[in-house]
């Protein structure tokens, strides 16, 4: 499942361990811990008032740890594309002894986001109010897989809409069982005016609906 090749274990200017990819580090290849601790500054920002939140990538694990002490109620659930890279970030998260490890939450692997779809514990995460921050270094080394997996996880591919449609069973009453499985062949990403389309007959004159249309109007 590792999808990266030459991966090589150094060490930073300051002394911390780190990973480099075919000779370019993931992280700062001075002091890592303090760029882990202005990403994370960052990343609260977006995760904002969600106690859940979905890292994509595991990096060196530093920034885990930056953003479990600036937030340390937070359910951090983070997805790694190699399998080399998950392992070097739980050995890191591990070496903090002050810490149990289990509050830097899981890493799961995954090359692909159809990988993902089974997995109970993702499911857990999916149904709680979540934010999806991302590794900046790995971001840039591999740009497709990670907007894939932002993708998947914010419900704009058929796969994730439908896996977050059933764990809203109440929103998924008022579709369409045909307007659903026809999604499959849309290409673009579903939007608002794709969920528009989606409500059955029945479900026009419900207060859900007209919940949606004042939602519709602010948006579209």
């Given at each position: 499942?590792?999808?990266?090749?030459?991966?090589?274990?150094?060490?930073?200017?300051?002394?911390?361990?780190?990973?480099?990819?075919?000779?370019?580090?993931?992280?700062?290849?001075?002091?890592?811990?303090?760029?882990?601790?202005?990403?994370?500054?960052?990343?609260?920002?977006?995760?904002?008032?969600?106690?859940?939140?979905?890292?994509?990538?595991?990096?060196?694990?530093?920034?885990?740890?930056?953003?479990?002490?600036?937030?340390?109620?937070?359910?951090?659930?983070?997805?790694?594309?190699?399998?080399?890279?998950?392992?070097?970030?739980?050995?890191?998260?591990?070496?903090?002894?002050?810490?149990?490890?289990?509050?830097?939450?899981?890493?799961?692997v995954a090359a692909r986001p159809i990988e993902l779809t089974e997995n109970l514990l993702l499911r857990d995460f999916m149904a709680n109010r979540y934010a999806v921050v991302t590794h900046a270094g790995l971001?840039?080394?591999?740009?497709?897989?990670?907007?894939?997996?932002?993708?998947?996880?914010?419900?704009?591919?058929?796969?994730s809409f439908l896996l977050q449609l059933r764990m809203r069973p109440e929103l998924h009453a008022l579709f369409d069982e045909e307007k659903i499985a026809q999604l499959q062949m849309q290409s673009g990403p579903?939007?608002?005016?794709?969920?528009?389309?989606?409500?059955?007959?029945?479900?026009?004159?419900?207060?859900?609906?007209?919940?949606?249309?004042?939602?519709?109007?602010?948006?579209?």
């Amino acid at each position: 499942m590792n999808e990266m090749s030459g991966v090589t274990r150094e060490l930073a200017r300051n002394g911390q361990p780190i990973v480099k990819i075919d000779g370019r580090s993931i992280v700062s290849s001075f002091d890592p811990m303090k760029e882990a601790k202005a990403w994370a500054e960052s990343a609260v920002k977006e995760i904002a008032d969600r106690d859940t939140v979905i890292v994509l990538g595991a990096g060196c694990g530093y920034h885990l740890i930056a953003l479990h002490e600036l937030r340390p109620s937070l359910n951090i659930l983070t997805i790694e594309a190699s399998d080399e890279i998950a392992t070097f970030a739980r050995e890191q998260l591990a070496s903090n002894n002050e810490v149990d490890p289990r509050v830097y939450g899981e890493i799961l692997v995954a090359a692909r986001p159809i990988e993902l779809t089974e997995n109970l514990l993702l499911r857990d995460f999916m149904a709680n109010r979540y934010a999806v921050v991302t590794h900046a270094g790995l971001a840039q080394m591999r740009a497709e897989w990670t907007q894939e997996m932002a993708k998947f996880l914010t419900g704009r591919d058929y796969l994730s809409f439908l896996l977050q449609l059933r764990m809203r069973p109440e929103l998924h009453a008022l579709f369409d069982e045909e307007k659903i499985a026809q999604l499959q062949m849309q290409s673009g990403p579903i939007s608002i005016l794709t969920i528009r389309s989606l409500f059955s007959a029945q479900a026009q004159s419900s207060r859900e609906r007209r919940l949606w249309r004042v939602l519709e109007e602010l948006i579209v």
